[in-house]
């Protein structure tokens, strides 16, 4: 008995109670694109033409494009952050970042790379690079005016082209960047205390020797 109830329920377009005039759904979403139409006209947030490309809206704080590689300092190439650890160019849905490892004469690793590539015609947009660096070095750019006739070489972004200061993401990434800036400085003092404490420890064992072969000496004499 219950169960035939609910499929009469179920099978019921109006429910029990309701009942709506025929139309009265059309009437009510012309009413709204009505009242947005005449709410651009007056309403300051409403008024969404910008003259581009005089005149150019601000970009929304979430708008992603194509990746920028972050450096410190002024020198862009000495103060990028890449390691060249190849994590984002085994991770890049599409393999659009291309990392060569700098080494010198000996082979050994220098942590930067001698080559970092992206190439923004296949790149996807899609932020896994950034989301899995572990240097905070890569992050998703808001620049959006990058139409070129040079297919190839124009939108093949090399590791000139991709640096971008600190200051740079500050401007364009604020609560990001403050938060990178803070766990970074932590970071770094947690790293000079750990050295303060071994060259304590190493000074102070060092004095305890020195102390000890003078009482060796002294109990010889
Ligand atoms: S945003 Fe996505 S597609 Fe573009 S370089 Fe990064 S990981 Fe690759
Ligand atoms: S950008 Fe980050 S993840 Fe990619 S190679 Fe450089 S340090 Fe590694």
Redesign the pocket.
């Known amino acids: 008995m219950e169960h035939s109830a609910a499929i009469k329920r179920l099978s019921d377009p109006k429910p029990q109670g309701r009942w709506s005039l025929p139309g009265i759904g059309l009437v009510k979403g012309l009413l709204v694109t009505a009242t947005n139409m005449l709410q651009s006209y007056y309403r300051k947030d409403r008024m969404t033409t910008v003259q581009y490309p005089e005149q150019r809206a601000p970009i929304s704080p979430n708008f992603r494009n194509f990746p920028f590689?972050v450096y410190d300092g002024d020198d862009a190439m000495a103060g990028l952050?890449?390691?060249?650890?190849?994590?984002?160019?085994k991770e890049c849905p599409p393999q659009c970042i291309y990392?060569v490892l700098d080494r010198d004469e000996n082979g050994k690793s220098l942590k930067r790379?001698k080559v970092f590539d992206i190439d923004v015609s296949v790149c996807m947009n899609c932020g896994i690079?950034a989301e899995?660096?572990?240097?905070d070095?890569?992050y998703m750019d808001g620049e959006y005016e990058l139409s070129t006739s040079d297919r190839f070489g124009g939108l093949l972004f090399n590791k000139q082209r991709l640096a971008r200061s600190t200051n740079y993401h500050a401007k364009l990434r604020p609560l990001q960047a403050a938060e990178v800036a803070t766990r970074r400085k932590a970071d770094e003092d947690k790293k000079l205390a750990a050295q303060a404490a071994k060259e304590a420890k190493a000074e102070a064992a060092k004095e305890a020797k020195a102390e000890a072969d003078k009482e060796a000496k002294a109990a010889e004499a």
């Open positions: 590689l952050r890449c390691t060249a650890c190849s994590i984002c160019e990392i790379p690079c899995v660096c572990p240097f070095s890569i």
